[in-house]
């Protein structure tokens, strides 16, 4: 092994000795939502087409290119023989500086670079025989330095994925007592998106939401489940009273203004600056008061605006020190014995905060949106097998963090899947293991359906491929098992 200790800002290449055209390359997006998947190098690796899908998937400073024979990658990447032996480069610490690495097909050799963004951090570049066991030990080995969090698997009801943003605070006590009814074995009913005023007014409720979020915990307690709720604690509204009050505390562009960072909820939104003293108290504070209405598991989204390129109250702090930084502050908040499941989230920069991470795209009662897939070339969309695909191929992140592969969906109502899909979907979630949850309205399901939803609650061990001929491998082991 090659133990790369490069200059500050540095970089480094080499020429391979691999056939490009039988070469295959293992790569990680940057976030939750961006792809990660194991692909023959001569293929293009998907740049979405429109501005507006690459701020949701990828890091703005380190874009797929879109060229056939060329993949980026964060944090590690694989580059595989027919066989299985190739060569791992893999970052050992994450919390300062990002690990870029770029594989390029040239003639008949493969030129691998590796550019480091910010100060020194250890890395390794090595061959080896049998790329998945080294992934795996160079995998484990940074989830150690960064003193990866390993709590059990929890499995949560969470309103999104029927609910959308007019969940209301009527629909989650009836979802809970008829869980309580039908002795379904969640342990958390989460409260996502919808129940607050605006971006980043987090105490304010929504109109529709027909309460307080302070008000539902009891409730849900006094049936015997934990009170889990969404936040997208580093993102500000534009009509927001927190953006009103502090434009100072947002993320800001050259020109000194504040950056709009993405588009969703109807038009844009604006990302906290988490190198400033004020930001930081607010997000300590905002954790520590959501804990102390009675919540114990935060789901934290939108987590990459605060590592996104922009002019900082500090401008000394990289990327990853400010998105740190941020994180920090929100686990002080919400104390050590509090569950934080991270989404949208910089993957290999959480480890050590996070209890779990999503490791893909949202599902979403479709199997497969191919237009936008294939023609837009975005793969990072809500759909069940884009969640899938990404969450299989981040199986070596069961060492950083309790995976999150996202919902069951059970239902045959309000829902495209054919009942193969919906097996489908059962058996993978089985196969990625990490926590499980379901979004079902607990009134729609029928017998079926709860048998399949109470399957689906079943914890399991994620699976570790047995080889790289597919990458599915693992699914494919698994259903040769005879699960279903
Ligand atoms: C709430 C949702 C749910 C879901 C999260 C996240 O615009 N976008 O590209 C986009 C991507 C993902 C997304 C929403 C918007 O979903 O993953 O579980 O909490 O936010 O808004």
């Not at 610490?93 to 008949?108: I, P, T, V």
């Not at 994925?161 to 605070?169: E, F, G, N, P, Q």
């Not at 800001?252 to 109807?266: A, F, H, M, Q, T």
Request: hydrophobic share 40%.
């Amino acid at each position: 092994m090659t133990d790369l200790v490069p200059e500050q800002s540095g970089g480094h290449s080499w020429t391979l000795d691999l056939d490009p055209s039988t070469t295959r390359v293992l790569v990680n997006g940057f976030q939750s939502w961006s792809e990660a998947e194991l692909q023959p190098l001569s293929a293009a690796q998907a740049r979405p087409t429109f501005v507006w899908m690459q701020e949701h998937g990828h890091d703005p400073a380190f874009l797929p290119s879109g060229e056939a024979g060329v993949w980026r990658s964060h944090t590690l990447i694989a580059l595989v023989r027919p066989g299985g032996g190739g060569y791992v480069g893999h970052s050992l610490d994450e919390s300062r500086s990002y690990a870029h690495w770029e594989a390029r097909a040239e003639g008949s050799q493969v030129r691998l670079s590796l550019r480091v963004e910010g100060p020194d951090i250890p890395l390794v570049f090595t061959e080896t025989d049998d790329v998945i066991s080294t992934l795996e030990q160079l995998s484990a080995q940074l989830g150690r330095t960064m003193s990866a969090r390993t709590p059990s698997p929890l499995r949560v009801w969470c309103s999104w994925y029927s609910y959308y943003r007019a969940v209301t605070l009527p629909q989650m006590l009836e979802n809970a007592r008829l869980s309580r009814e039908k002795a379904l074995p969640f342990d958390v009913f989460q409260l996502d998106d919808g129940f607050q005023a605006d971006l980043g007014d987090w105490t304010l409720p929504a109109e529709h939401f027909g309460g307080h979020a302070r008000d539902l915990p009891a409730g849900l307690s006094e049936l015997g489940y934990r009170a889990g709720i969404w936040l997208a604690p580093f993102l500000a509204g534009p009509d927001s009273e927190l953006f009103r009050a502090h434009p100072d505390w947002m993320l800001k562009g050259e020109d000194g203004r504040p950056l709009p960072i993405g588009n969703n909820w109807g038009g844009p939104y604006y990302g906290l600056d988490t190198t400033h003293p004020e930001v930081l108290n607010w997000l300590k504070e905002l954790a520590r008061e959501v804990v102390g209405w009675g919540y114990s598991y935060l789901k934290l989204d939108f987590l990459f605006a605060g590592a996104l390129p922009g002019v900082r109250h500090d401008p000394s702090r990289t990327r990853a020190e400010a998105y740190r930084m941020g994180l920090a502050a929100l686990r002080e908040g919400a104390g050590e014995e509090t569950f934080l499941l991270l989404c949208g989230a910089p993957l290999a920069s959480s480890i050590g905060v996070a209890d779990a991470m999503r490791t893909g795209p949202d599902v979403s009662p479709i199997w497969d949106d191919d237009a936008r897939r294939v023609w837009l070339h975005d793969a990072t969309g809500p759909a069940a097998r884009n969640a899938l695909h990404t969450a299989l191929s981040r199986w070596y992140q069961h060492a950083w963090y309790q995976p999150d592969p996202d919902v069951m969906i059970a239902r045959e109502v309000q829902s495209m899947l054919s009942a193969a899909e919906r097996h489908a979907l059962l058996g993978l979630l089985d196969v990625i293991g990490g926590l499980r949850a379901s979004s079902d309205p607990v009134s729609s399901l029928d017998e079926e359906g709860l048998t399949l939803l109470r399957r689906a609650l079943e914890l399991s061990t994620p699976d570790r491929p047995i080889t790289l001929e597919t990458s599915f491998g693992a699914a494919v082991t698994h259903f040769g098992r005879g699960t279903f």
